[in-house]
């Protein structure tokens, strides 16, 4: 079983699970999803996630991106309310231009590729 190797593989490479950033996605086409009870792994309790982050990428299990899409969507609008502030407390015009380039408008570039592809 999965598990029984990931543990050998872990006692083999003395080390251990971080139960607190682990998660288990039940990846599936079917619609009816049942949900098990948490899995035990030695002493750790693992619980079944979905959605779960997967470096930096929000994926459900159906593999849908929309939870990835929906949270990176909402991360241009707090920066833009953030240089709103900026501008209230007097940062000068360069000093926004600067902000609007290395926080804005690279998010605005990965927002609009990943929504392209995600669509495809």
Request: charged share 15%; hydrophobic share 40%; net charge positive.
């Amino acid at each position: 079983m999965i598990f029984t190797d990931a543990r050998l593989w872990l006692t083999k490479h003395n080390m251990q699970f971080n139960e607190l950033e682990t998660s288990i996605i039940n990846i599936t086409r079917s619609s009816n999803i049942a949900y098990a009870a948490p899995v035990s792994i030695g002493v750790a309790s693992i619980n079944l996630n979905s959605p779960c982050k997967l470096l930096g990428i929000t994926v459900d299990n159906k593999l849908s991106f929309q939870t990835h899409i929906q949270n990176i969507c909402k991360k241009p609008a707090g920066k833009l309310l953030l240089m709103r502030q900026l501008k209230l407390v007097g940062m000068d015009r360069e000093g926004l231009q600067v902000f609007c380039v290395g926080n804005i408008r690279s998010l605005m570039n990965y927002v609009g590729c990943t929504v392209v592809y995600a669509n495809q």
